[in-house]
């Protein structure tokens, strides 16, 4: 199965921006839908965006729509999610997720693969 990585998070305020990455080892990315999901304190694992395996399809939580972007990097074997006008509320730890499923689903027991977390924390 392919090992999954984040970097890129860290503490910004209310309005900025930060981009993170996930890095992917042991198999390519080609053929796996990628997402972005989110956990914050107390609170249930939540899907954030994902791309489609093709790279013609993109999903986002309507949280986020028009701050967030997903995108992927084939060739580099990377997936970046870039999060512009952070809210407090995106306060969570981001994780990266991997699914070989033929349909895409926003479940989180669809994606197999999983880093380990990158903190993101916006400040008032």
């Known amino acids: 199965q392919v090992q999954l990585v984040e970097s890129g998070g860290g503490l910004v305020q209310a309005g900025g921006s930060l981009r993170l990455s996930c890095a992917a ?3 390519t990315i080609s053929n796996y839908h990628m997402g972005w999901f ?5 609170k249930e694992r ?6 489609h395996w093709n790279g013609a399809t993109t999903y986002y939580v309507d949280s986020v729509k028009g701050r967030f972007t997903i ?3 084939n060739a580099k074997n ?4 870039q999060m512009n006008s ?10 990266c997720a991997a699914s ?8 989180p027991r669809r994606f197999a693969s ?3 977390g990158t903190q993101v924390t916006v400040s008032s």
């Not at 070989?100 to 479940?107: E, G, K, L, Q």
């Open 114 to 116: 999983w880093g380990q």
């Open 86 to 95: 952070l809210k407090p509320e995106d306060t969570a730890v981001y994780y």
């Open 78 to 81: 990377t997936v970046s999610l």
């Open 71 to 73: 995108s992927r990097d």
């Open 38 to 42: 989110r956990q914050a304190p107390g």
């Open 100 to 107: 070989t499923y033929s349909v895409f689903s926003r479940d």
């Open 46 to 51: 939540e899907f954030v965006a994902a791309t």
């Open 25 to 27: 080892s042991g198999r």
